[in-house]
């Protein structure tokens, strides 16, 4: 699956398809077949599969083949040259609960940070066969339903919006209130959606993400879809996500900035 050159100015933008498919290649062999799961925290549960392992090796091994110069920071197996002007964000299995479950609601999330600031972004579906990417700028989808281009929709009121979060456990006792007064106020939530949620903003089939507890390889991938959409994401306060935390993206800016107002009351 080869992205059109044209769809994007930042001359990495085909490098995504490229880790994409190793990605691919390294994870599909273990959905639904039966493998082991390691947990990876002593007290809860945060598990980790051979696939996820496997995902990030293969990504990491490109990226040094092709982009030696460039640093990396994954989920699996740590940091790389951090201080290099571009890293590469790698979350092989964002939604490893969905994975091991058989849900095909995971994905493949691949960032790019140029200077600190996500510039480019990919959330690869090796299932279904989706893939939607973003540079800032623009936003574009390739998958079973074609090709084109990721817009947004307007919502300037909460009362219309679709909510997603992956589960209300992300939030603490201070970040809960705030987020059940959204709920019971928007027209509807979704859970369980991991990176799923980001990308259906993107396409405009939902308004708005509210997550806690994030890591920067959960969201620097995702942030140049939202906003090559059209949409925005912050930290609850309105700042910089690159490093995850709490964390809300919006298809419109209306929408943001009264998620805003209440999220902010319960913010770090």
């Known amino acids: ?5 044209a769809a994007s100015i930042n001359p990495l933008a085909p ?11 390294a994870i599909m062999p273990h959905f639904r077949q039966g493998f082991s799961v390691v947990n990876k925290l002593e007290s809860g549960f945060d598990p980790v599969t051979i696939a996820d392992k496997n995902g990030e090796t293969a990504m990491r091994a490109l990226i040094n083949q092709h982009h030696p110069d460039h640093g990396i920071l994954g989920e699996e197996h740590g940091p790389e040259n951090l201080e290099a002007d571009h890293v590469w964000v790698l979350d092989p299995i964002d939604g490893t609960r969905a994975f ?22 990919m959330m690869a579906q090796p299932y279904i066969g989706e893939r939607f990417s973003g540079d800032g700028q623009r936003a574009w989808y390739q998958g079973p339903l074609g090709s084109k281009d990721l817009k947004t929709r307007p919502c300037a009121s909460l009362k219309d919006a679709a909510l997603f979060t992956t589960t209300p456990a992300l939030f603490s006792e201070t970040e809960r ?13 979704r859970y369980g959606t991991d990176c799923y949620a980001y990308c259906m903003v993107a396409a405009g089939h939902g308004d708005a993400v509210i997550e806690s507890g994030l890591q920067a390889y959960d969201i620097v991938a995702l942030v140049p879809i939202i906003e090559g959409a059209g949409g ?7 700042g910089s996500p690159a490093e995850g935390g709490q964390i809300v993206a919006s298809g419109d800016p209306r929408l943001h900035d009264i998620l805003l107002t209440e999220l902010s009351k319960a913010a770090d």
């Open 15 to 25: 490098f995504l398809d490229q880790l994409a498919d190793a990605a691919s290649s």
């Open 100 to 121: 091991i479950t058989g849900l095909p609601t995971w994905g493949c999330l691949i960032g790019l940070r140029s200077e600190g600031k996500p510039s480019l972004g």
């Open 1 to 5: 699956m080869s992205m059109p050159l």
């Open 177 to 189: 209130p705030a987020f059940d007064r959204l709920e019971a106020e928007a027209q509807l939530t």
């Open 232 to 238: 925005v994401v912050t930290t609850w306060t309105g």
